[in-house]
T-cell receptor, first 114, second 114 residues
């Protein structure tokens, strides 16, 4: 079956540090890949996405590249801010012809301190 | 504001009680789904719908019912609440097929069953 594996958290960084959150996937076929962010007390928001191999998704300084050869979609940001503190979810979706369902990783909590 | 609206935001139930979690979207999305979020387990799909009159089971459907009489609404019914159903519930919607465009999530319903 399809699955997403994320690094466990929490990840604690100082402001302006470099961020990497690892994500690997297993899927039959060619999935679309997503990063969602959940701020405290809120629902999930789409952060970025990539729909085919070698695509790079980017938003708000975050980037992730769809690597088919390593089945990975690692999230990076060059300089984190306190406001980036949230839980980050990696997810995949396969268009199966009748439905497209999201499969999520377990989430990685990021804490950024001054 | 356009988006996915969930009600209520918080609910406490006694074991054995029934209730309906409401979800409505105004984006004319064909695809709607319900997830539950539990610590260390990410989000798991309960039920989904690819259009009015069409529903199907997800990963953890037991104890829940859904119906889709209109494109806009997708209520989730708990038939006889159990403590194991204590969770945060999220409704999400997307275009069909929605895999490449991401999903829009509601802000969640936090349910406690005592």
């Amino acid at each position: 079956g399809n699955s997403v594996t994320q690094m466990e958290g929490p990840v604690t960084l100082s402001e302006e540090a470099f961020l990497t959150i690892n994500c690997t996937y297993t899927a039959t076929g060619y999935p679309s890949l997503f990063w969602y962010v959940q701020y405290p007390g809120e629902g999930l928001q789409l952060l970025l996405k990539a729909t085919k191999a070698d695509d790079k998704g980017s938003n708000k300084g975050f980037e992730a590249t769809y690597r088919k050869e390593t089945t990975s979609f690692h999230l990076e940001k060059g300089s984190v801010q306190v406001s980036d503190s949230a839980v980050y979810f990696c997810a995949l979706s396969l268009n199966t012809g009748t439905a497209s369902k999201l499969t999520f990783g377990t989430g990685t909590r990021l804490q950024v301190t001054l | 504001n356009a988006g996915v609206t969930q009600t209520p935001k918080f609910q406490v139930l006694k074991t054995g009680q029934s209730m309906t979690l409401q979800c409505a979207q105004d984006m004319n999305h064909e695809y709607m789904s319900w997830y539950r979020q539990d610590p260390g387990m990410g989000l798991r799909l309960i039920h989904y719908s690819v259009g009015a009159g069409i529903t199907d089971q997800g990963e953890v459907p037991n104890g829940y019912n859904v119906s889709r009489s209109t494109t806009e609404d997708f209520p989730l019914r708990l038939l006889s609440a159990a403590p194991s159903q204590t969770s945060v519930y999220f409704c999400a919607s997307s275009y069909f097929p929605g895999g490449g465009r991401g999903y829009t999530f509601g802000s969640g319903t936090r349910l406690t069953v005592v």
